[in-house]
């Protein structure tokens, strides 16, 4: 019995290093499996995926008179499309005032029977653009000064933005034209009968 144990025992630390490296591996293609399962499961739940591509806003002008019709142009340069949500009576996109170094988001509201007649969401197909205004929300840039328009999006980490200035309305004073009177002297000619001989 003690010749078979002794045998038993030269196998097993024979094979015992065989053994290590076989469940080793075992082990190291388990965790492999499972983790790409944990990754691909990840990725079914994840909806922060990041498009590929970027906004592109635009003025139709650098400067403005105070009461001209200010808009602005949203390009998609995505190759999927966006959805624009009408925030009404907000305005489309957020506007910011630049004062004493800092910019300072400004509000307004447009009246409740604009809204009534609005879209609720806009769908920019890839590469497309829209233009809108802010006729609506004229108050916004009742005063002289500088002007940001930034357009956010969720799933975006870039910041589609358009600055601008307004400017005061020039007022073209008109007088009354001036009417000089100048003296003028015309001379008379009095004829003079002489007396005698003499001229």
């Given at each position: 019995m003690s010749d078979k144990y002794n045998a038993y025992q030269d196998y097993f630390k024979r094979n015992q290093r065989k053994r290590l490296v076989n469940w080793s591996i075992f082990y190291a293609a388990v965790a492999?499996?499972?983790?790409i399962f944990f990754v691909r499961q990840i990725n079914k739940v994840n909806t922060l995926n990041f498009a590929s591509g970027q906004l592109g806003l635009s003025m139709s002008k650098i400067k403005y008179t105070v009461g001209d019709s200010i808009s602005f142009t949203l390009?998609?340069?995505?190759?999927?499309?966006?959805?624009?949500?009408?925030?009404?009576?907000?305005?489309?996109?957020?506007?910011?005032?630049?004062?004493?170094?800092?910019w300072n988001q400004i509000s307004a509201n447009a009246a409740a029977s604009y809204c009534q007649s609005q879209p609720s969401n806009?769908?920019?197909?890839?590469?497309?653009?829209?233009?809108?205004n802010y006729d609506q929300w004229s108050s916004l840039f009742s005063n002289p000064g500088i002007y940001r328009v930034v357009a956010f999006a969720e799933n975006y980490n870039g910041l589609a933005y358009a600055d601008f200035q307004v400017v005061a309305k020039i007022v073209n004073v008109q007088t009354a034209p001036v009417i000089i009177y100048k003296p003028v002297y015309t001379p008379i000619y009095i004829p003079v009968q002489s007396s005698g001989g003499d001229n």
């Open positions: 492999i499996l499972f983790i390009t998609n340069n995505f190759s999927v499309p966006i959805t624009l949500v009408d925030k009404c009576p907000k305005p489309w996109l957020h506007v910011y005032s630049y004062n004493n170094g800092s806009l769908v920019l197909k890839p590469h497309d653009s829209i233009t809108k």
